[in-house]
């Protein structure tokens, strides 16, 4: 599944002004946005076990997001969900986990109990790790615990030796870490001139890697929209 993959053609994004799908009508539908890095994870899953025609997209405005998405699919108004046996779930780590489970493809998390146990403790700290990174994106001072935060992926990448992820081989883990390394590493490098690869040949190596897997590479979203999007919040004051 890394490489050769069909470009996809992507669905329009609904807004307001547009009508909601036929829900409930035995079609699996995940809902994302192309640029929320939560909802990225779970279609960078589904891409990676080859569910292009089994998961429908439905890409969500979330700036003017329609009414009935909150109403009729999702209660928490909040992407990713998925839209699946009649049923909708929420929370981007357990949908990527329950893809694994319930659908063919690749496997996502490896056999190896050790491997198992030491996915679950990087999972449990991705959201530390993204809160330390979206902590240094307005204009203050670099904190060391950002460093700090890149040393430990850096260590991290270091326990096993079977492959350049996480885990050896491409997982959650990955799946859990790209979309928001990827405009880290863009961010503070536009924004604090702090390159989060220098001395951490591991990070580098994985950065690189993860670029020759298509399922990742197909959901990367317009760095340029999203600088736009991160200036006006943490610069324009």
């Known amino acids: 599944m890394a490489t050769g993959m ?9 807004d307001s002004t547009s009508e909601p799908p036929t ?15 939560y909802a990225q994870r779970t279609w960078i899953a589904r891409n990676y076990k080859g569910l292009q025609d ?22 928490g108004n909040e992407v990713p969900s998925l839209e699946h046996n009649n049923e909708v779930k929420g929370e981007s780590l357990d949908l990527v986990k329950y893809i694994d489970i319930n659908f063919e493809g690749p496997a996502l998390l490896p056999d190896d ?10 999972l449990s700290y991705s959201d530390t790790f993204n809160s330390v990174n979206f902590r240094s994106l307005p204009p203050k001072g670099l904190s060391d615990e950002v460093g700090a935060a890149y040393d430990h992926l850096e260590s991290a990448l270091s326990k096993f030796d079977d492959g350049p992820f996480f885990l050896g081989q491409f997982s959650v883990v990955d799946i859990a870490y790209a979309p928001f390394i990827e405009r880290f590493q863009n961010f ?11 001395a ?16 990742y590479t197909q959901t990367i979203p317009d760095l340029k929209k999203l600088f736009e999007g991160y200036r006006k919040r943490f610069l324009a004051k």
């Not at 069909?6 to 609904?14: N, T």
């Open 6 to 14: 069909l470009q996809e053609v992507l669905p329009p994004v609904l």
């Open 200 to 215: 951490r040949p591991k990070l580098a190596a994985w950065i690189e890697e993860l670029k020759k897997i298509d399922a």
């Open 23 to 37: 829900l409930f009508d035995g079609t699996t539908r995940l809902y994302i946005s192309y640029m929320c890095p």
């Open 54 to 75: 089994k998961i429908k997209l439905v890409a969500i405005d979330l700036q003017n997001r329609p009414d009935w998405y909150k109403e009729m699919v999702y209660p």
């Open 188 to 198: 503070l490098l536009e924004l604090k001139k702090y390159d989060i690869t220098t």
């Open 113 to 122: 109990p050790a491997k198992k146990e030491f996915a679950e403790e990087l």
